[in-house]
C-alpha cells in the first residue's frame, strides 16, 4: 500500500515524530473541539483533532522519545493526552487509536491535500459558540457542527470548576486546577497613567485587550493552529505572581531571549506569555477563563477584531484557516461592536 510519510515537530525540538498515512486515506480530516476539557487542558479556543487511519502510530526520531512527552488523563475522559515535558506542547492522544494535532507538521507545509477541516466539535460547551461563531466555512468547505447528542448542561458537567456568574473577579485555571488565579478589572489608577497605552481601549475602559494570534512561535508551544490573549497589567492578577510567573504546577519555557511562556506542567494548558520588553503586561490564555458568557469572555475583554497578530505566519502555514479566521473576526467583531483595528503596544 502507498503510503505518504509527515513529519511533526515541538518548538523545542524534543518531540519529533513521523506517520506514514496511506494516501487514499488523505486528506485526513480536521475537528475543532470546544469542549471545556480541551479548551482548559490547551489555553486556546479550542483544540485541534485529526484521528490517524487505524494501526498507524506516531514513530518517534531518536532521541525524541515516548518518555519525552507528559501524559494527562482525567476521570471525564477515556483519552489519554500527551504534551512535551519541555516546551508544552500538545501533540495529541489515544484512545483506541491515535489522535493527532494537525499544527506542528511544518516540514509538510507545502504540501497540499493533507487536511480538511471538517467540523466543530461541541460547539454549546461556551454559551457564546467561540470560534463556531465565527467562522463556519474553510477553503470553501462548510464545516459540520456535531454536538454528540450530549445536552449543554452535560458538556458543562466537564468543567473542573464551573464558573460564577455573581463574581466581581475573573477566574483563570487550568483543567486539573493546578494553576489557578483571579483577574480584576481595569483600576483607574492604570487606565489614567502612561502604562495603560496599548493596553486599554476607549470604547470600554472597564474591560481588557484581546487579540487572536497566529504566530508560529505561538502554534508550536500550543499545538493549536491560533490562540487568544488577553493582555493584562501584572498587579491586576491574584495572588501575586512570582518574577518567574511559575505558582502552582507551572512550569516555564522560553522561546527565545526576551520571551518566557509558562504552562501547566500536569495537565499542558498553556497559561501566560511574557516579554521583557514589557515587563508589566502579561499575555493570558484565553482558553482558561472561566467566563460565564463563553470562551470569547466578551464581559471582560474588547477585542482587536480586524486584525489577528502575525497573520503572514498562519497563512504560511494553512493559508485556508487563517483566511476563515481573520475574515470571521472582522464579520463577528463588526457585529459585536469590537473595533476593527487597535494598535497593540
Known amino acids: 500500500m502507498a503510503t505518504k510519510t509527515l513529519m511533526a515537530s515541538c518548538h523545542c525540538k524534543n518531540i519529533q ?11 485526513l480530516n480536521v475537528h475543532l473541539c470546544h469542549c471545556s476539557i480541551c479548551r482548559y487542558t490547551h489555553g486556546a479556543p479550542c483544540s485541534f483533532h485529526a484521528p490517524l487511519p487505524v494501526g498507524v502510530e506516531p514513530q518517534f526520531i531518536a532521541p525524541s522519545s515516548l518518555n519525552k512527552l507528559t501524559t494527562y488523563k482525567h476521570p471525564a475522559s477515556t483519552a489519554t493526552g500527551y504534551f512535551c515535558s519541555t516546551c508544552g506542547c500538545q501533540i495529541g492522544g489515544v484512545d483506541g487509536q ?6 506542528i507538521f511544518d516540514a509538510n507545509r507545502e504540501d497540499e491535500g493533507i487536511w480538511k477541516f471538517n467540523a466543530h466539535m461541541l460547539p454549546t460547551s461556551a454559551p457564546d459558540g467561540g470560534l463556531a461563531a465565527v467562522f463556519s466555512v474553510i477553503d470553501g468547505h462548510r464545516m459540520e457542527t456535531e454536538n454528540l447528542g450530549l445536552s449543554p448542561q452535560a458538556i458543562a458537567g466537564s468543567d473542573s470548576q464551573p464558573p460564577d456568574p455573581k463574581s466581581k473577579e475573573l477566574l483563570a485555571q487550568c ?3 493546578g494553576v489557578s488565579f483571579t483577574i480584576a478589572r481595569p483600576r483607574e489608577e492604570f487606565v489614567s497613567s502612561p502604562q495603560s497605552k496599548g493596553w486599554i481601549s476607549p470604547l470600554d475602559e472597564s474591560k481588557w485587550l484581546a487579540s487572536m494570534d497566529l504566530c508560529d512561535d505561538c502554534r508550536l508551544v500550543t499545538g493549536t493552529h491560533v490562540i487568544s490573549w488577553m493582555f493584562v497589567s501584572l498587579d491586576h492578577i491574584a495572588p ?3 518574577k518567574d510567573l511559575l505558582i502552582g504546577s507551572a512550569k516555564g519555557y522560553r522561546s527565545s531571549k526576551d520571551v518566557l511562556r509558562v504552562f501547566c506542567g500536569t495537565c499542558g494548558a498553556t497559561v501566560f ?17 472561566r467566563a460565564p458568557e463563553g470562551a470569547m469572555a466578551e464581559n471582560w475583554s474588547v477585542w482587536r477584531a480586524g486584525r489577528a497578530s502575525w497573520p503572514e505566519n498562519g497563512m504560511r502555514y494553512h493559508a485556508g484557516f487563517s483566511r476563515a479566521l481573520i475574515e470571521g473576526m472582522q464579520r463577528w467583531g463588526a457585529e459585536r461592536g469590537h473595533p476593527q483595528d487597535f494598535e497593540i503596544a
Open 17 to 27: 515524530f513521523t506517520v506514514a498515512v496511506p494516501t487514499e486515506s488523505f486528506p
Open 240 to 242: 501575586r505572581l512570582p
Open 175 to 177: 483543567h486539573c486546577g
Open 98 to 103: 491515535w489522535v493527532i494535532t494537525p499544527a
Open 273 to 289: 506569555y511574557h516579554c521583557d520588553g514589557r515587563p508589566e503586561i502579561v499575555d493570558v490564555a484565553m482558553g482558561i477563563l
